[in-house]
């Protein structure tokens, strides 16, 4: 079957200097990894925020009497410090992984991405 996107065809080929490149496949592994350590890493600065405004209001709590809320706000600030990140991870790494399964699927039936490069 003839791919109608094929980067060799010279009708495709915009004019300049560099070199181009298609991008055929991605290891889905690779990917899910990847996504999934940026996502825990956003994860964790999304973790701090929440525990922070947990933490705010488990002392507002404290302050106010009411010792039982404020030690379960405070436990909640850890329980998202740890929980958000390993979440946000896991969604990367499974969204990241049917992402490039997804890629690599559709780049066999109608061409991968291509981009140029230039030597520097």
Known sequence: ???????????????????????????????????????????????????????????LGMAGGETEGGLLAIGGALAFMIGVPLFYGLLGLISGALSAAIYNVCARYVGGIIYEVEDA
Do not use: C, H
């Not at 915009?14 to 890493?41: E, H, M, N, T």
């Open 1 to 59: 079957m003839s791919n109608p996107y094929d980067a060799t065809d010279a009708a495709v080929e915009p004019p300049g200097s560099g070199r181009r490149v298609q991008v055929v496949r991605f290891d889905w592994i690779s990917v899910g990894k990847l996504l999934g350590a940026l996502y825990a890493a956003l994860g964790f600065i999304f973790g701090l925020l929440y525990a922070a405004m947990f933490i705010f209001m488990g002392v």
